[in-house]
């Protein structure tokens, strides 16, 4: 019945579960809240007894069986404010670190090794990390070999934000249908082009190079 509201107040699923059958039935031996549940015998005294130590539920022997029942649910607010000073002591550790972990995550993650992207998301996210870098883009690349819809976000999103944010862009393109109109655009995008014959230099893929990245 109110099984929902119990874990979006902090409870976890088969807390709530159990509590809630308390709450609606009161005083119940062991083998009716097993029943009503529908949790293994196990599983439902380890939750009663979770569900005591928080204080929202109470044991007691009536005819020499387990029963239990719950406590005032106002021990839910309680358990509330205490999670919310414990997430807040969390933030004020994490705020103190932050920068240390950071300075660490840059140590490691200019060490060499390789990272894998696929599809065109990651080779969007692989271009979007030259912007983050910061630093002149060296490239041997062959146009028409790029996938059209990747083509389209350079010329269209990914060139503009790099014009923007002042980055050059150094490039040797193997000649084909649209090296022309590519090389067209070098003012405006910040980039050198140097176009090379395709029968002499066949390029099959495309190589960038930036700060200490390939």
């Given at each position: ?43 439902v005294?380890?939750?009663?007894y ?32 205490d ?12 705020q ?32 979007n ?21 990747v ?24 000649e084909d ?38």
């Amino acid at each position: 019945m109110y099984s929902k509201t119990l874990k979006e107040s902090g409870l976890k699923d088969k807390e709530a579960i159990v509590y809630d059958i308390l709450l609606e039935h009161g005083t119940l031996p062991v083998l009716d809240i097993i029943k009503k549940s529908g949790l293994k015998r196990g599983i439902v005294y380890k939750t009663l007894y979770d569900l005591q130590d928080k204080g929202l539920a109470s044991q007691l022997t009536i005819k020499k069986k387990f029963h239990f029942r719950a406590e005032h649910p106002f021990k839910l607010s309680e358990l509330v404010e205490d999670q919310l000073k414990e997430a807040q002591n969390h933030q004020l550790t994490l705020q103190t670190y932050l920068p240390q972990l950071i300075s660490a995550f840059k140590t490691t993650d200019n060490k060499p090794g390789v990272k894998i992207y696929e599809g065109i998301n990651g080779i969007k996210e692989v271009y979007n990390d030259t912007l983050k870098e910061g630093k002149e883009i060296w490239a041997i690349l062959q146009t028409s070999e790029v996938e059209p819809k990747v083509y389209d976000w350079l010329s269209h999103t990914y060139g503009k934000k790099r014009a923007e944010a002042n980055i050059w862009a150094k490039v040797i393109a193997a000649e084909d249908s649209k090296t022309k109109t590519y090389a067209s655009k070098n003012e405006v995008e910040k980039r050198e082009t140097k176009v090379v014959p395709k029968e002499k230099f066949p390029i099959g893929i495309e190589v960038d190079i930036y700060g200490s990245k390939v």
